[in-house]
């Protein structure tokens, strides 16, 4: 089993850029395929992008393709969403979650979740 906490939401103006950080314990991340996703308000779970375990493959939603990068540290047991030209339509908590298969944009594919950290971009 891994815990999964993310980290570096925040307040950030239209146009800005956060990098969100999701830390592992209890496995390496190197065993799974870790995926980002989000909830607004009133709105079900959504994907943002997901990573395969070596880091060599990325695969985003159409939503933030061009503005997010998913990236993995396996030495640090951590993976980042860095997101850039951020629009008030990305204020939401952001989740990280862990799979054990290959992963993919369906919530249901994640084994393991954190805790979530809310972004907010005001316009």
């Known amino acids: 089993q891994v815990q999964l906490v993310e980290s570096g939401g925040g307040l950030v103006q239209t146009g800005g850029s956060l990098r969100l950080s999701c830390a592992a314990a209890?496995?390496?991340?190197?065993?799974?395929?870790m995926g980002w996703f989000r909830q607004a308000p009133g709105k079900e779970r959504e994907f943002v992008g997901v990573?395969?375990?070596?880091?060599?493959?990325?695969f985003y939603a159409d939503s933030v393709k061009g503005r997010s990068t998913i990236s993995r540290d396996n030495a640090k047991n951590t993976i980042y969403l860095q997101m850039n030209s951020l629009k008030p339509e990305d204020t939401a908590v952001y989740y990280c979650?862990?799979?054990?298969?290959?992963?993919?944009?369906?919530?249901?594919?994640?084994?393991?979740w954190g805790q979530g950290t809310q972004v907010t971009v005001s316009s």
């Open positions: 979650a862990a799979s054990t298969t290959t992963g993919s944009t369906s919530v249901r594919s994640y084994d393991y």
């Open positions: 209890g496995r390496t991340v190197s065993d799974y395929a």
């Open positions: 990573i395969n375990w070596s880091g060599r493959s990325t």
